[in-house]
Nanobody, 124 residues
Framework: QVQLVESGGGLVQAGGSLRLSCAAS????????MGWYRQAPGKERELVAG???????NYADSVKGRFTISRDNAKNTVYLQMNKLKPEDTAVYYC??????????????????WGQGTQVTVSS
């Protein structure tokens, strides 16, 4: 089982930016799909952004044009650049991996148990 550790969260004002990092304990070169999720209090966990080894990306409608997912296979790290943050982006952010993008979307056959995530708080 691959271990994934999220970092980079914090408190930021609306309109600000943050970059989240997801560091893997193993090489991600052979892991096809990796994604960032978030869960706000009282809401279900949702996929925010996913990326494949072929650099195919998928974004939730609510973050399109503001968030960018990228991966650095040499550093075994996936990033989430978040710009123009809004209070409704406040949530705990998690990363996970799967064989296919479809599995990220359906949250099925994910490679990792959910970790502690990293808290993002956007003040108005």
């Amino acid at each position: 089982q691959v271990q994934l550790v999220e970092s980079g969260g914090g408190l930021v004002q609306a309109g600000g930016s943050l970059r989240l990092s997801c560091a893997a304990s193993v090489s991600i070169f052979s892991i096809n799909a990796m994604g960032w999720y978030r869960q706000a209090p009282g809401k279900e966990r949702e996929l925010v952004a996913g990326i494949t080894n072929g650099d195919t990306t998928n974004y939730a409608d609510s973050v399109k044009g503001r968030f960018t997912i990228s991966r650095d296979n040499a550093k075994n790290t996936v990033y989430l650049q978040m710009n123009k943050l809004k209070p409704e982006d406040t949530a705990v952010y998690y990363c996970n991996a799967a064989e296919f993008m479809e599995h990220l979307l359906s949250q099925s056959d994910l490679f990792n148990n959910w970790g502690q995530g990293t808290q993002v708080t956007v003040s108005s």
